[in-house]
Nanobody, 118 residues
Framework: QKQLVESGGGLVQPGGSLRLSCKAS????????MGWYRQAPGKQREFVAA???????NYTDSVKARFTISRDNARNTVYLQMNSLKPEDTAVYYC????????????WGQGTQVTVSS
């Protein structure tokens, strides 16, 4: 059974940092692009960042220069380093993994809460 397990969320003050992790496990998991999305209360889920198998990255404008996505292919893990956090970054963050051979096949983590507040 394929599974994505996230960790690293929590409460942080504005200007602080957090690092999210998401590990993919399960047999037959052909991992392609890995990414992060977030959903704030009352809003739709939105794209945050993604990284391809070759290491190319993409970010939504609001997090550029503050967030860094990376991956460890040996550990089937994707990370999101979040610096200079703002209250508007508060959301549930979801890990997303797409099948390497068919990007229409995707998997989601259970979500981890990030709260930025003083």
């Amino acid at each position: 059974q394929k599974q994505l397990v996230e960790s690293g969320g929590g409460l942080v003050q504005p200007g602080g940092s957090l690092r999210l992790s998401c590990k993919a496990s399960g047999s037959g998991f052909s991992i392609g692009t890995m990414g992060w999305y977030r959903q704030a209360p009352g809003k739709q889920r939105e794209f945050v960042a993604a990284i391809t198998t070759s290491g190319n990255t993409n970010y939504t404008d609001s997090v550029k220069a503050r967030f860094t996505i990376s991956r460890d292919n040996a550990r089937n893990t994707v990370y999101l380093q979040m610096n200079s956090l703002k209250p508007e970054d508060t959301a549930v963050y979801y890990c997303n993994v797409r099948n390497r051979w068919n990007s229409r096949i995707e998997y989601w983590g259970q979500g981890t809460q990030v709260t930025v507040s003083s």
